[in-house]
């Protein structure tokens, strides 16, 4: 696996916008999850894009383990995140966590 470093990619900001070329050019949500998870530092963008890129490519399930993943780390969501949680739980049928998350906001 190529790791962000060796790309010279070292900003928080850099390594979110390549996560989110890699989900959007190639649909690879398992190597953009390899990425994420080498990470030391996360910003809420970088979440984002990993719940939106979940949110749209799948497994939507994903979307809504990373948004609880996202809060239990002590990063608050924040306007661009609920659409995609939300459209998440719709599409896998989870009204409850999909009316946490709707109550969240």
């Known amino acids: 696996m190529l790791l962000l470093s060796q790309l010279g ?4 900001l850099l390594s979110t916008k390549f996560i989110s ?4 050019v190639y649909s690879s949500m398992d190597y953009a999850r390899k990425l994420f ?4 530092q996360r910003d809420v963008f970088l979440w984002n894009a990993m719940i939106k890129g979940y949110a749209d490519v799948g497994p939507c399930q994903e979307a809504v383990t990373l948004f609880k993943d996202m809060h239990q780390t002590g990063f608050l969501p ?3 995140t609920f659409p995609s ?5 719709s599409v896998i ?3 409850r966590e999909g009316t946490e998350v709707h109550c969240f906001c």
């Open 78 to 80: 924040d306007n661009h």
């Open 9 to 12: 990619l070292t900003s928080v």
């Open 93 to 95: 049928s989870a009204f």
């Open 37 to 40: 998870d080498t990470m030391s």
């Open 85 to 89: 949680v939300v459209r998440s739980c």
């Open 21 to 24: 070329l890699v989900i959007h």
